[in-house]
C-alpha cells in the first residue's frame, strides 16, 4: 500500500471513531461538567497507551530496531501539542454556551482555510486540487450545519473561531514534530498534557461529583479509549503520510459521520440540504486522494 493512501486510511478510520464520539459526548454532558469530562477522557486516553508502548518497546528490542527516547524532545512536543488540544477544546466547550451546535460545527472547520494559509508559509504549499477541496468542505459543512439557518454574529461565534485557530496549532504542531519522535509515545505525551490542564482547570470552574462521573463511566471509556487513544493516535501516525492541508479535509468528514451517528442512535434524521452537504465534504476528500496521483 502507498504511504499516502495508507495515511489517508488512517485519518478516515479515525473520523469515524470521532463521529460516533458525538453520542457519547451527548450523553456524558448530561452528568458532569465539559472540563471533567475532557479531562478524564485524555487522561484515559494517555493511559491506555501505557502498555501499548511497553510491549511494542520489548517487541523492538528483542527485534533489535528498538531506538533510544530523547524524553526531552518527546515532553517538549507532546506539551505544546497537548497545549492546544487542549485550549482549543476548552474554547469550543465555552463557545457551546452562547451558539448553536451547527455554528459550532461550521466554525471549528475553519481549521481547514487556516491550515491551508499557514501552509502557505512552509514548504507544503497546498496544490489546485487542496483549494478545491477546500471550497468543497466548508460548503459541504454549511449545507450539513446552517443551510435555512440564521447566521447572526455573537460572542460564542468568536469563540469558536478562536478553537479553530488552536486545534490548527495542533495539527501543524502534530505535522512539525511527528518525524522527530516516537508518533505513539508523542500522541502519549499530547493526552497526558490535555488532560491535566483540563482537570486543573476542573477545580477551578467545576464540582466533580464521583457519583456523576461513575454514571458517566459508559461515555468516558468510549471517548477516551477510542476517540482518544485510538483515533487520535492513528491522526498522529497517519500525519507522517499526509500534509496537513490533506489531513484537514478528510477530518471534516467527522461531521457525516456525526451526523449519521446521531440519525442511527438519536433519531435525529436528515434533511435533504444535510445529504447534499454529506456528499460535498465526500467528494472532496474524492479531488484531495486525486492530488496524490
Known amino acids: 500500500m502507498k504511504p499516502q493512501l495508507k495515511g489517508s486510511l488512517l485519518l ?9 464520539s458525538f453520542v457519547f459526548q451527548s450523553v456524558g454532558m448530561d452528568y458532569v461538567g465539559a ?26 528490542k ?12 518527546l515532553l517538549l512536543y507532546g506539551a505544546i501539542c497537548g497545549f492546544f488540544l487542549c485550549v482549543g477544546s476548552v474554547l469550543q466547550t465555552n463557545g457551546l454556551k452562547y451558539t448553536t451546535t451547527a455554528k459550532s460545527g461550521f466554525l471549528t472547520t475553519f481549521y481547514i482555510i487556516f491550515v491551508a494559509l499557514f501552509s502557505l508559509l512552509g514548504k507544503k504549499k ?29 460572542r460564542g461565534d468568536l469563540l469558536t473561531i478562536a478553537c479553530a485557530l488552536f486545534f490548527t496549532g ?35 470552574f ?18 477516551g479509549i ?12 497517519g500525519q507522517q503520510y499526509a500534509d496537513p492541508s490533506s489531513t484537514t479535509i478528510i ?5 457525516v459521520f456525526a451526523s449519521l451517528a446521531g440519525w442511527i442512535f438519536l433519531s435525529q434524521g436528515l434533511t435533504l440540504p444535510q445529504l447534499v452537504g454529506c456528499a460535498l465534504i465526500f467528494i472532496a476528500v474524492i479531488t484531495v486522494q486525486f492530488s496524490k496521483r
Open 226 to 237: 477510542l476517540s482518544c487513544g485510538v483515533a487520535f493516535t492513528l491522526q498522529v501516525v
Open 12 to 20: 478516515f478510520l479515525a473520523t469515524l471513531i470521532w463521529g460516533g
Open 170 to 204: 495542533q495539527i501543524m504542531g502534530i505535522d512539525a514534530f511527528v518525524h522527530k519522535v516516537d508518533p505513539i509515545k508523542f500522541s502519549c505525551a499530547q493526552f497526558l498534557t490535555a488532560g491535566i490542564l483540563s482537570l486543573l482547570l476542573m477545580f477551578f
Open 35 to 60: 472540563y471533567t469530562f475532557t479531562g478524564i477522557r485524555m487522561v484515559l486516553g494517555g493511559l491506555v497507551l501505557l502498555p501499548v508502548i511497553f510491549f511494542r518497546d520489548r517487541a523492538l
Open 206 to 223: 467545576e464540582q466533580p461529583n464521583l457519583g456523576a462521573i461513575t454514571q458517566c463511566a459508559l461515555p468516558l471509556l468510549y471517548t
Open 251 to 255: 477530518m471534516s468528514f467527522e461531521s
Open 126 to 154: 497546498p496544490t489546485v486540487h487542496i483549494w478545491i477541496g477546500v471550497f468543497l468542505a466548508l460548503s459541504g459543512m454549511y449545507f450539513l450545519c446552517l443551510f435555512g439557518s440564521d447566521f447572526s454574529f455573537n
Open 62 to 73: 528483542k527485534r533489535g530496531e528498538y531506538q533510544a527516547t530523547d524524553f526531552g524532545k
